[in-house]
């Protein structure tokens, strides 16, 4: 599976949207990006996918580059409870494997 | 998505015993169960495939000896931590997969695990 590249950490003003980027250059054709985001001492929480066209549902939006070298994941109205851990995750076969991740600290 | 539950949710067991962890799939029959485990501050890490009615498949450098996986049922996959030690002190996750197309994970809650 390809791998990706995530910042460490962000900060982001509650009700502000949050921006997380995520580098995956060596991503191949049929491999979809993956969202999941885990709080404190609790199983990862999935958020959104997709494989080339921009995704939305209720909690995020996934913005994926033409050339699918990268992707935004974004939270429209960040709150407090969206402090975590994203990790961004590319994958085509049954097993996910995770990064460091970015943390994200929303501040009041 | 899939509901998944683990038990227990911590646990504390002296050095050199075994401690089981369940993992279950509420409302989907899982044909492949994962085990992950978390050291502080890191991220998670495979460690296993279960697999119903057939044998798990480890990563590299996970004991299977040490990690008794069982999947004997479509909904419950059980991880046995056998002769633990402090080492063994971690945050144990399971997910199932759903087996659509876009093989989406749902992860349960954790279990906490601490060896004295």
């Known amino acids: 599976d390809a791998k990706t590249t995530q910042p460490t950490s962000m900060d982001c003003a509650e009700g502000r949207a949050a921006n997380l980027p995520c580098n995956h250059s060596t991503i191949s054709g049929n491999e979809y990006v993956y969202w999941y985001r885990q709080i404190h001492s609790q199983g990862p929480q999935y958020i959104i996918h997709g494989l080339k066209n921009n995704e939305t549902n209720e909690m995020a939006s996934l913005i994926i580059t033409e050339d699918r070298k990268s992707s935004t994941l974004i939270l429209p109205h960040a709150t407090l409870r969206d402090t975590a851990v994203y990790y961004c995750?590319?994958?085509?076969?049954?097993?996910?494997?995770f990064g460091a991740g970015t943390r994200l600290t929303v501040k009041p | 998505g899939a509901v998944v539950s683990q038990h227990p949710s911590w646990v504390i067991c002296k050095s050199g015993t075994s401690v089981k962890i369940e993992c279950r799939s509420l409302?989907?029959?899982?044909?492949?169960m994962f085990w992950y485990r978390q050291f502080p501050k890191q991220s998670l890490m495979l460690m296993a495939t279960?697999?119903?009615?057939?044998?798990?498949?480890?990563e590299q450098g996970v004991e299977k000896d040490k990690f008794l996986i069982n999947h004997a049922s479509l909904t419950l996959s059980t991880l046995t931590v056998t002769s633990a030690h402090p080492e063994d002190s971690s945050f144990y996750i399971c997910?199932?997969?759903?087996?659509?197309?876009?093989?989406?994970?749902?992860f349960g809650p954790g279990t906490r695990l601490t060896v004295l």
């Open positions: 995750i590319v994958r085509v076969n049954h097993d996910m494997r």
């Open positions: 997910s199932v997969n759903l087996g659509t197309s876009t093989d989406t994970q749902y």
């Open positions: 279960s697999n119903e009615g057939s044998k798990a498949t480890y």
């Open positions: 409302d989907f029959q899982a044909t492949t």
